[in-house]
């Protein structure tokens, strides 16, 4: 992947990041509560955190100290 498709996929996912976030904030106010949706919803968001986070590390170059 070249640097501008990174940034594209990282934009993408920092999205789906932040509407995971209002929708696990909405989810956790209503009543009956579904343990198993939330925990589902807050495991995706952090496999996006984790991809965002490998995406940004390819995106700095490695320097050998």
């Given at each position: ?5 990174v940034m ?6 920092r ?6 976030d209002?929708a696990?904030s ?9 343990q ?7 495991k ?10 490998m ?5 700095i170059?490695?320097?050998?100290a």
């Amino acid at each position: 992947m070249n640097p501008e498709d990174v940034m594209r996929r990282l934009e993408l996912l920092r999205q789906e990041h932040r509407d995971l976030d209002s929708a696990i904030s909405a989810f956790a106010e209503s009543r009956p509560l579904d343990q198993l949706q939330l925990a589902r919803l807050k495991k995706r968001k952090l496999l996006l955190r984790d991809e965002m986070a490998m995406l940004e590390d390819s995106l700095i170059p490695d320097i050998i100290a």
